[in-house]
């Protein structure tokens, strides 16, 4: 963001000498264009083949001299403006790393497989967008085989989504409506939702809709009075406005144009979990996860190189330095181990005593050698217990539990 800043500093800058140019420049190419114009009348009474008189030789020196000066002084401001732009060139040099290398490791997209999972991954994202030629293109291009079972869903959605988007209801209560049980499974309000919209889209019409208004309620809202009766109650009332137009009575704000946007992220978000799709492209939050967490991975690279300390980023799963990507981008639960300070892994999990606290495996095989030993032999007790390195508790390591977030 400084780095932006500053260069916009510099554009600005530049601007403004640029508007000032334009306005001088101009002015002095008018004034010097009248002053010949002021001439010519003077010149043009001389005969064709006679030599200029003395007056006239004089004035036609001094247009020369006028015209002469007008463009040098051009040219100087054009010079001056040209290294102006020449310096933001380097204002962005200066700001912008260009050396990513520096945090990428090449071998992550070297070798057929991985090149064949990236342009999988791409291929998905184009289809899960809706650019099915682009995704097919690619598909052909790169050799990859995409079977019509793991497009076919996508379409569908886009589809739908597409028609939803113009408002336009058909398509995804069709599809909400064979999915019902799924859909009524994982707790979504999706198909409420649709009716909803489509019946204020009926009672918006005035008057002439009412019956059908209420014919729609009667026909598609029964099985949704469990979960939602209170919104169905609310629906009613608006029934009672039709007459007087609904758009100015106490319930305009069930017309507000924010929900058609919040329908159609409801229907991604839950076609997406009935499918077992992510809501986002993977593609899509690696490439906006990786753009957040680039200036702080050159900040930290920049760091170690002075300090000499490279080496330290060496374990491959593993970042230097903890990056916030934002709370829409936060998946799961990690835990890191108080007392080795390591991220727990597959192979490092945390470990619960049995007086709450937790530590990671390897911590607690630490504890279990070195002087927890030695203490039991100190103390003549055949097992070794340990105690707890937070409070006073002693346990068995065996006595320990796995944890799993
Ligand atoms: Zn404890």
């Not at 600005?12 to 140019?21: G, P, W, Y």
């Not at 003077?42 to 006028?66: G, M, P």
Request: charge should be negative; proline fraction near 4%.
């Amino acid at each position: 963001m400084e780095a932006c800043v500053a260069v916009e500093k510099e554009i600005d800058k530049i601007l403004s000498k640029f508007a000032s140019i334009r306005e001088n420049g101009s002015k002095n190419i008018e004034e010097t264009i009248e002053f010949l114009s002021s001439i010519k009348p003077e010149l043009e009474q001389a005969q064709a083949d006679t030599e200029f008189n003395e007056r006239q030789l004089f004035i036609i020196h001094l247009a020369i001299a006028k015209v002469k000066e007008t463009v040098s002084r051009l040219a100087s401001e054009h010079r001056d403006l040209h290294s102006s732009v020449s310096k933001v060139g380097k204002t962005i040099d200066r700001n912008f790393t260009q050396d990513y290398a520096s945090t990428s490791f090449d071998r992550v997209f070297s070798g057929a497989d991985k090149e064949k999972l990236l342009n999988q991954v791409i291929c998905q994202h184009m289809y899960r967008h809706g650019f099915l030629e682009i995704g097919e293109e690619l598909a052909k291009e790169s050799g990859l085989e995409i079977h019509e079972n793991s497009k076919q869903p996508f379409i569908l959605l886009n589809e739908i989504l597409e028609k939803l988007r113009h408002r336009n209801l058909d398509a995804a209560l069709e599809w909400a409506q064979t999915h019902r049980e799924q859909l009524m499974e994982q707790n979504s309000s999706l198909e409420f939702k649709l009716h909803r919209l489509q019946f204020l889209q009926l009672v918006s019409e005035g008057p002439g809709k009412q019956g059908e208004a209420l014919a729609y309620v009667r026909r598609h809202f029964p099985p949704f009075v469990h979960q939602h009766e209170t919104d169905i109650q609310n629906l009613m009332g608006v029934l009672a406005f039709i007459p007087y137009g609904v758009h100015n009575s106490p319930y305009k704000k069930l017309f507000d144009p924010i929900l058609w946007t919040e329908i159609c992220e409801v229907f991604v978000k839950d076609a997406c979990a009935l499918l077992g799709f992510s809501v986002e492209s993977p593609l899509s939050v690696c490439v906006n996860v990786g753009s957040i967490s680039l200036p702080a991975l050159l900040n930290i690279k920049q760091v170690m190189a002075q300090r000499q300390v490279a080496g330290m980023w060496n374990a491959k799963d593993e970042l230097p330095i903890e990056i916030d990507a934002g709370r829409e981008y936060r998946y799961h639960s990690i835990f890191a181990c108080p007392i080795l300070r390591q991220q727990g892994s597959d192979s490092n999990p945390p470990m619960r005593l049995v007086c709450g606290h937790v530590i990671s495996r390897d911590a607690l095989n630490k504890l279990s050698s070195g002087n927890n030993v030695l203490r039991a032999i100190r103390t003549g007790q055949s097992v070794a217990r340990l105690k707890c390195p937070y409070c006073p508790r002693e346990f068995d390591s065996s006595e320990a539990r796995q944890l799993h977030f």
